[in-house]
């Protein structure tokens, strides 16, 4: 690659970043770094009226969860990325200085145009459309017919401006071209011009529309590639057009798939995250609960992301964010639709689980025991226990369900359970293998399991007539990791409690 990489992520700060948005920034954060080039924030905030405060905050707070920080970007109290000010300011509510001088430039090259039509004659216009069955683009068949400058003096159309009248400014689209597009992804297209409309480049309220500013800033920042959603694929004729108008390089572009519904068709949304259980965003926002907040690892969401739309062409499935840099190319994005799966995303965070250090898991699980009314501090207590349960869970706070019997001895027992492993004379047993456990010192897991069993061989006992009515008494349950690791777990004192409880409760 000959020029430096410099790509941009570019959401809007209308509410919270959706995964798909995450999945886009995850793709430009692998392409830069693969290339040794600069990942930037660029917040696309030119409308306004749906600008929700906090959002901004959010997109930087998930791309730091997801530990894909941008290099350049918006600075706030909360961040640490930095500035780079010849690039900067990185808000295009910053920068709205600028777009008038390039929607002027356009319409000295005649390239662009005045527009006053009305909200009211434009419905106008779209309704006698629909009602002869046609669609209603307002390009060059109706330009001329239309409230535009191309049919008025010039002394006519600055007497309008100059009197406080609302216009547009319309990008002129050249009638009967047949124009090239590249996709990196998609390949080459061609456009008939004649079905494009002229779209609006900048309103008279002083602020450009999201075409017109995203062009001069991709541009202006030296924007090499521009890596976006599948849904800016209609857009790309007009952009490809505007650079052309203005004579500037154009960047490469890669539309990326949708992600699709675990089921049924269309893309996922926020609904579907409700309907079936799981999260659509990073980051809690209100009522909806984000990936972080369910329990997930950054690691495990980066992981499932990045397959959904990348086939690195080998079977191999787990991959750590460096191993996703080296390997990630646009060339292997998919063009098709990738369907989103919840239980793979489970799935992935499992492996994650399982990976983790021990020690570093025991601050997650005194939180899930804090929530459930256990206070402990004996850091190795709760390693042990770690160790022993969390080949079973997806997430920590799967934790208490597998391990509430090493901090509550149990108030009940299992009823089938019960009724099936406490016979006749289980309590006989049971008083029995009291006295053998009082007699062992040494309550490791490997010492108790040898003298109990060397006990049960010398009294001719089945090991169903003791194990399982061990496990219920020591658990309540018939749940749990090797029963020996449990007690050894919970000590001596702890264990012949309980059995000696079990044995007065049960008879």
């Given amino acids: 690659m000959t020029k430096k990489v410099r790509v941009r992520f570019a959401p809007s700060p209308t509410g919270p970043l959706h995964i798909g948005g995450v999945r886009t920034a995850l793709y430009n954060y692998l392409f830069a770094k693969k290339h040794k080039g600069t990942f930037i924030l660029r917040i696309e905030d030119t409308d306004q009226n749906r600008y929700v405060e906090g959002a901004e905050q959010y997109i930087i707070d998930a791309l730091n969860w997801c530990n894909i920080p941008f290099d350049e970007g918006p600075t706030s109290e909360h ?3 930095h500035t780079d000010s010849s690039f900067g300011p990185y808000r295009q509510s910053e920068r709205k200085h600028l777009y008038k001088k390039y929607a002027d430039i356009l319409l000295e090259k005649g390239k662009a145009y005045y527009a006053f039509d009305s909200n009211e004659s ?11 069955g046609k669609t209603f683009i307002y390009n060059w068949h109706n330009r001329l017919k239309l409230d535009n400058s191309l049919s008025m003096m010039p002394e006519e159309v600055a007497n309008r401006i100059a009197s406080g009248e609302d216009y547009v400014i319309r990008f002129l689209t050249p009638p009967d071209e047949k124009l090239h597009l590249v996709d990196i992804i998609r390949g080459n297209m061609t456009i008939d011009t004649n079905v494009l409309d002229d779209k609006v480049l900048f309103k008279s309220d002083g602020m450009p529309t999201y075409h017109l500013a995203s062009i001069v800033d991709d541009h202006l920042m030296e924007i090499s590639h521009v890596i976006r959603g599948e849904e800016w694929l209609p857009s790309l004729a007009l952009h490809q057009q505007l650079y052309d108008a203005f004579g500037w390089e154009t960047p490469e572009f890669a539309h990326l798939p949708l992600i699709m519904k675990p089921v049924g068709k269309g893309k996922l949304s926020k609904r579907d995250g409700e309907k079936l259980g799981f999260p659509v965003f990073p980051l809690s926002w209100n009522e909806s609960v984000g990936y972080k907040e369910e329990g997930y690892y950054p690691e495990a969401v980066v992981n499932f992301l990045a397959l959904l739309g990348w086939n690195p062409g080998t079977e191999q499935e787990l991959f750590s964010l460096e191993e996703l840099i080296a390997e990630f190319s646009l060339e292997r994005v998919q063009k098709s639709g990738a369907r989103f799966d919840p239980d793979k995303t489970k799935w992935y965070n499992q492996h994650y689980l399982q990976e983790k250090k021990n020690a570093l898991i025991i601050p997650d699980f005194q939180k899930v025991l804090s929530k459930n009314g256990v206070t402990t501090q004996n850091e190795a207590h709760l390693e042990d226990i770690i160790a022993l349960i969390k080949e079973r869970a997806t997430f920590v706070s799967d934790f208490w369900e597998l391990s509430d019997y090493f901090f509550v001895a149990p108030k009940t027992y299992e009823e089938k359970a019960l009724k099936k492993q406490w016979k006749e004379n289980t309590s006989n047993i049971m008083n029995e293998l009291l006295s053998v456990l009082e007699t062992i010192d040494n309550f490791s897991s490997k010492n108790t399991e040898e003298k109990v069993k060397q006990w049960i061989s010398e009294k001719t006992y089945s090991f169903g007539n003791v194990m399982p009515p061990l496990r219920l008494v020591i658990v309540g349950d018939m749940k749990g990791p090797h029963i020996f690791d449990i007690i050894s777990a ?12 079990a044995i007065q409760v049960l008879g």
């Avoid at 919970?490 to 409880?501: N, W």
Wanted: aromatic share 0%.
């Fill in 490 to 501: 919970l000590g001596k004192k702890e264990t012949l409690e309980r059995i000696e409880k």
């Fill in 122 to 132: 434009l419905d106008a216009h779209r309704k006698n459309h629909e009602e002869q």
């Fill in 79 to 81: 961040s640490h990325q």
